[in-house]
């Protein structure tokens, strides 16, 4: 069962497959060692999951590993990256220039997993010709001819949530092939247009979680 | 082997258990129709999980479902809510007053979860004492002070990377139980204090991974 779950889709991860690889490789850029090997127990820890989870996850990518030696760091990573889709870059423009907008500019982190914002777009005519972190605001009436020019393949969404699904479509409709959306509300888009939300609200009820656990514990050694 | 993994450590769920629970709830407030039901497989479309993967979660927050009945949406919730500690409100202190700060303050899905914000703290010296959301910026060095007279539980990082870990130090001393921290960094803390760490570039690689499904899909029907 565990196997069909991890090869759905003939050897295609699943989504929840897919979210550890990218914290797997959080860890292997965090946690290598002059080794350049680390053991699945790092992994699984840093994570949070079970040292066979692990396994089968990097299995699925093609990387068995050897008991007792650990994975190979550098070959561990570009496996991961394939698999991922992020040995190449990616091209994306940004429509709202809002404080998240700002923030996601400022973001190094981005450029250097090769996720470069090249356009920047909002619908407001008194933003409209500002500059931004070096880049002039554009209209965004024009991102149909836009996203071609700028060969962006993705967009992100940083308006209100009111305006969300309408850019959602107008982004569609410019023909990005991915949507990354931070609006609070869900957007919805044809079959072939992936779209990512950013729920922040899901990491602080991941800490309200792992709080409440280490308070159980102290109180169960305490009791 | 699967029942052992959901439910280690005695009954309390799995880190990964508790993210897909963060991931139903969401299913479970948006999907929701009329008969006050949903069974596991719109759960697990959502999600992208398997069906047996979410009944396991959810029989492990103590909701076993009746197969063909679905399970019951306000139930589901309040159990979920329970599991993840967030049926009773958390009171956090935001330290850093740039854009994502900013951008936090106005986004109003964390009040909504019962994440309330309570008071805002900056190092630099031009900026303490300034209003931003109806809240004065209060300078970092009274922290200790002041995260026990707002009787706040949890510290936001919104702070440079290089300023991370020390700000982390000030809050652990200060006597928050968890912190969540978006600077492009990993902080330390001793092992009674929570750190999650929100990394957008995690969002950008499994919304690559997804385009690129579509991708190969495609091709795999027109060749």
């Known amino acids: 069962v565990s196997q069909k779950q991890v090869k759905s889709r003939g050897g295609v991860p699943s989504k929840a497959t897919a979210f550890r690889l990218s914290q797997y490789l959080r860890v292997l850029s965090s946690e290598a060692d002059a080794t350049g090997r ?3 127990s790092t992994l699984a820890k840093a994570v949070g999951v079970s040292d ?4 089968r ?3 699925a990518v093609g990387q068995p590993g050897l008991r007792g030696v650990g994975y190979d760091v550098e070959h561990l ?4 990256r394939q698999t991922l889709v992020i040995h190449r870059p990616w091209r994306a423009v940004l429509v709202g220039t809002g404080n998240l907008a700002r923030a996601l ?3 190094r982190g981005f450029q250097k997993q090769g996720f470069e914002i090249v356009g920047l777009f909002d619908v407001d005519a008194n933003i409209v ?3 931004i972190d070096a880049m002039i605001v554009m209209n965004v009436e024009t991102l149909p001819s836009r996203v071609k020019s700028l060969r962006a393949e993705l967009g992100v969404i940083t308006v209100p949530a009111e305006a969300a699904q309408d850019v959602a479509a107008r982004l569609v409709a410019a023909g990005v092939r991915g949507i ?3 609006a609070p509300t869900m957007v919805r888009t044809p079959a072939n247009v992936s779209v990512v939300s950013v729920d922040l609200s899901i990491q602080f009820e991941q800490l309200a979680f792992q709080v409440g656990q280490v308070h159980d514990q102290q109180h ?3 009791d």
Chains 1, 2 share one sequence.
């Open 105 to 107: 500019l400022k973001y």
């Open 129 to 131: 010709g500002q500059c």
């Open 180 to 182: 990354l959306n931070f």
């Open 38 to 40: 680390m053991p699945s």
């Open 52 to 55: 066979a989870q692990v396994r």
């Open 220 to 222: 169960k050694q305490t």
């Open 77 to 80: 990573t570009q496996a991961i």
């Open 57 to 59: 996850d990097l299995a």
